[in-house]
C-alpha cells in the first residue's frame, strides 16, 4: 500500500487553485470535515488516499 503525501500547493491545485487563506479557511471548518495536514519540518503534507476520498466525496454532496 502507497502512502504518498502530496504538499500544500498541490493540496490547493486539487480543489480548484484555491488561494493558501481559503485552505486554511477550509482547515479550521468543521463542518467541511477537510483533511488534516501532517506537519513535517513546518512543512504542511497531507495523504493522498485522504485527499481523494474528500473530494469523491465532495462531489457526491454537489451531485
Given at each position: 500500500?502507497?502512502?504518498k503525501l502530496i504538499p500544500a500547493a498541490t493540496v490547493r491545485?486539487?480543489?480548484?487553485?484555491?488561494?493558501?487563506?481559503?485552505?486554511?479557511?477550509?482547515?479550521?471548518?468543521?463542518?467541511?470535515?477537510?483533511?488534516?495536514?501532517?506537519?513535517?519540518?513546518?512543512?504542511?503534507?497531507?495523504?493522498?488516499?485522504?485527499?481523494?476520498?474528500?473530494?469523491?466525496?465532495?462531489?457526491?454532496?454537489?451531485?
Amino acid at each position: 500500500m502507497e502512502r504518498k503525501l502530496i504538499p500544500a500547493a498541490t493540496v490547493r491545485e486539487l480543489c480548484g487553485g484555491i488561494s493558501d487563506m481559503s485552505l486554511w479557511r477550509w482547515l479550521h471548518d468543521p463542518e467541511l470535515n477537510f483533511p488534516k495536514p501532517i506537519y513535517i519540518a513546518r512543512r504542511r503534507y497531507w495523504r493522498e488516499a485522504d485527499m481523494s476520498a474528500w473530494l469523491d466525496a465532495q462531489a457526491e454532496v454537489a451531485a
